[in-house]
């Protein structure tokens, strides 16, 4: 991947120590602004998260990226949308920009590897908003986490209100979408927000780490388990049930079902062939 290609945000594979993986960091980087998202850091993002699902797709065996990893320059992980950028939108603009958003946090949660938004400092508005759309969230303990945008006399426009909600409970998305409130760290991991509360030096290593270690598991298994969690949350019980039921099955169709099962009976370590 051409780091050069991007402006507003930086791009490194990182080798995780002891594995064959290679996680994916993406810095966004605009510090000046708190990491402000405008259109060209949302377009930016798109197409790290796009280029990473065709290189998995081209590829043959275990992935050549197993694992995304989003996180900010400076001291915060994104304070929002850029406010200067959207303060003459147009409603149609808005809508337009919006979008674009929305379509970044679908191509996240369909990203077949898996994403964690490594939460180093502000994360308010649209950057609360991105964390969310990765599969979880690690926090620094100098994180903030917030959806403001009451205070702007609009409301979160990222995937916001339907994904806290779903990770934290309607009562407690209530409470901080309409409060505008911020929550530290500690709040946000008690509420189910974050998964885990973190020393600012040991955010990346262990973010890295859990990604190393999703990225040794079966790529098949871990993909497909990723889309029956993200597919399911927002559908009925017996629908989703269904859905873990077909998908379940038709990984006995794999060869990495056939090895992982081998593997495991012949007390040796696994080798996967994406399929
Ligand atoms: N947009 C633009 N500039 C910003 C933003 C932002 N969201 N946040 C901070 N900045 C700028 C400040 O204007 C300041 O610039 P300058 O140095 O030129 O004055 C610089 O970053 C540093 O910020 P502060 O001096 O304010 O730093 P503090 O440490 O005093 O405060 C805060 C940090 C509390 C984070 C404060 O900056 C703040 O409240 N920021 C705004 C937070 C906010 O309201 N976010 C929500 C925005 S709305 C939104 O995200 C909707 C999403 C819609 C959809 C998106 C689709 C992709």
Known sequence: MSVAAYETIQVEDHAVEGTDARIRVVTIDRPKVLNALDE???AELSAVVEATAVEHLAAEGSPPVGGLLITGAGKAFVAGADIAAMAEMSPEQALAFSGKGHALGEMLEALPVATVAAVNG???????ELALACDFIYAS????????????????????TQRLLRRVGLA??????????????????RIGLANRVLSPDELLPAALATLGRIAAQGPVAVAKCKAVLHQGASMPLEQANDLEQQTF???FATADQREGMAAFLGKRPPQWRGR
């Open 172 to 189: 407690r998305a209530l409470e901080l979408c309409l409060s505008g409130d911020m929550i530290d760290a500690a709040e946000a991991h």
């Open 122 to 128: 502000f994360a308010l508005g649209g950057g609360c």
């Open 40 to 42: 060209q850091v949302v």
């Open 141 to 160: 303990e100098k994180a903030k986490f917030g959806q403001p945008e009451v205070k702007l006399a609009v409301i979160p426009g990222f995937g916001g």
């Open 249 to 251: 099955a038709s990984l």
